[in-house]
């Protein structure tokens, strides 16, 4: 008999089939039972007929509990009124595991800390489920992106002898008798493939010991970062606008349904296109001090703050310029104003807040190394960043993403917990 996943049920219409799974609920009785069951790909309902089965396969459907794995054949049957359009009449039901105990999660209330406990249960219900496919979506939407351009992935190493993004959030381990840390973020290494490729992105996790306990923060992230090199903030802040514009369109383009589960309100999606309202930090800082926020310039904007101006517009906002003062020890100057950097933040709509950070790097030796001295960062660990700046050096520019900001955002979801498998947050590791 064919095998089948219940999305490609269609294919098997009017015809018999194998679907494999795990029961959802059932109902029924007497002579006739109701099974819904997920593959993962979808749910169908099973109809089980005493008269079909027989008594002896009846009475196992009757015994049949939440979450107990099975293998069912049967004719394919058409149904508008049906769950995905199809129903399955069951002519041979075979049990992989009867599941002997009440499955944790319950068609009811359950409070997020024991969800959270049961995370490695809880990624079968529909609601999650939903966010992880939209999540895997929004994934190849940035790989396709890059792919299609010209971009070349050259991932970047996850111990590291250095910091990129500050030292007061590393994870220390000791490797062999060294330090070294856990990467806040690809760019640096990003930096020299630029240099050998022209146009380089790397993808994977990252990490920040941020003992932030917000609905924004997790402890491990997955990061996408672009870097070019001959490009300047101007270039990558397009890119930027671009490349959002796209993983939307991506997402809508093929999870609706997905986002339907979800209640999102796809207007607010399909609002997304560029052209992207761009603010300098000082004009920032006066939307802020109008909007009654006790923001003084020179302040660093925090969950609050990025709340309100990303509550001020119907797409992302781009806001650059942002003191030196504030930001990483890499970011170029602007030479109209010293004292501001060539970088920028985009901040997703619907007080999503940041979703991407970047700018332009100092390209100029001297520059950078009086910089990591002003930063108190040792110049050994360094040498080969330096040296990017002695062999050909040239503007270039980049930034980075977090896939879980993003992926809240598009879901429309309060918190960062529900967009990766299994996140990773303040005092909490299990499962
Ligand atoms: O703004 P950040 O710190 O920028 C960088 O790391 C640059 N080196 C990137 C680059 O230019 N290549 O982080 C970039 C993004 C943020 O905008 C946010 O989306 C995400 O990473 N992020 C976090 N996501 C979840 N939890 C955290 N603790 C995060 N910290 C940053
Ligand atoms: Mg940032």
Request: charged share 25%; aromatic share 10%; proline share 5%.
């Amino acid at each position: 008999m064919p095998v089948s996943y219940i999305n490609e049920i269609a294919k098997h219409a009017g015809r018999e089939a194998t679907v494999r799974g795990w029961l959802r609920h059932k109902r029924g009785g007497g002579k006739i039972a109701f099974l819904v069951v997920r593959d993962g790909t979808g749910d169908i309902q099973a109809v089980v007929s005493k008269a079909v089965v027989g008594d002896e396969a009846f009475a196992l459907a009757g015994k049949l509990t939440q979450e107990s794995s099975l293998l069912l054949t049967g004719t394919v049957q058409a149904d508008a009124r049906a769950l995905g359009g199809y129903e399955l009449h069951v002519s041979r039901l075979e049990v992989v595991q009867l599941v002997a105990d009440e499955f944790p999660i319950q068609p009811k209330e359950h409070g997020t800390g024991f969800l959270m406990e049961h995370r490695h249960l809880w990624l079968r219900s529909h609601r999650q489920e939903a966010v992880l496919r939209i999540r895997h979506e929004i994934i190849r939407a940035c790989r396709n992106f890059f792919d299609d351009r010209g971009f070349i992935l050259a991932d970047t190493p996850i111990f590291t002898p250095n910091a990129c993004e500050g030292t007061t959030t590393l994870f220390e381990t000791d490797y062999f008798g060294e330090k070294a840390y856990l990467t806040q973020s690809g760019q640096l290494y990003n930096e020299a493939t630029a240099a050998a490729f022209g146009k380089v992105y790397c993808f994977g996790p990252t990490f920040r010991a941020e003992k932030s306990k917000t609905r924004r923060h997790l402890m491990e992230f997955w990061m996408v970062e672009p870097e070019i090199a001959f490009a300047e903030l101007a270039d990558v802040m397009a890119l930027a606008e671009e490349f959002l514009a796209h993983i939307v369109a991506r997402v809508l383009e093929h999870r609706r349904e997905e986002l339907k589960a979800l209640e999102r309100d796809v207007k607010k999606l399909e609002a997304i296109v560029p052209p992207f309202p761009r603010l300098t930090y000082a004009e920032a800082v006066a939307v802020l001090q109008k909007k009654g926020n006790p923001i003084q310039p020179g302040d660093d904007f925090g969950g609050d703050e990025e709340t309100i101006l990303s509550n001020e517009f119907d797409r992302p906002v781009i806001v650059h310029r942002y003191p030196a003062a504030l930001k990483a020890f890499y970011m170029q100057n602007d030479p109209e104003n010293p004292d501001l950097a060539l970088c920028m933040d985009v901040l997703a709509p619907e007080g999503y807040g940041e979703i991407i950070g970047g700018g332009q790097r100092i390209h100029e030796r001297d520059k950078l190394l009086a910089r990591l001295h002003a930063h108190h960062l040792p110049e050994d660990a360094f040498k080969w960043y330096l040296d990017l700046r002695a062999f050909g050096s040239v503007p270039h520019a980049g930034f980075g993403m977090g896939i879980e900001r993003a992926v809240a955002w598009i879901c429309g979801i309060e918190h960062v917990r529900e967009t990766i498998p299994f996140p990773r947050m303040l005092y909490k590791i299990y499962p």
